[in-house]
């Protein structure tokens, strides 16, 4: 159960900073989707991926919080270091700097994405003792 907490604690620690940054960036592009849009879209897959990792702990659930805690903090990653231009409906987000929020976000989402893997592989142990249904 401490597992499934934490895991679910790093994905609302990381919904909590995107859902606190996202009016602030929405100006960026108000043509396509924008980048609070995204930060919102982000919170809400990561609130889900952690209520279902708290309240069923199975492999699919830690699976859909390693996918959003990971995809999260490669983003946040590449568009520190890389500055990728608009594409499509997608801003450019490139943000070469480091700020508390912006920090807390991406250690949360490494650690995030760290537990949930850890979670897939125990329950994936704790699957396979399970005896066979007759």
Known sequence: MTLRILTALALF???????HLAPG?????SAGIGQGNLFLLESAAAVLAGLWVLLRGSRAAYAAAFVVALSAFVAVVTYRYVNIPAFGPFPAMYE???YFEKSLSAVAEGAGAVLAAIGFARAGRRSSRSPAPS
């Open 25 to 29: 960036y929405q100006a960026g592009n």
């Open 96 to 98: 070469p700097i480091w």
């Open 13 to 19: 620690i990381d919904a909590g900073v995107h859902i």
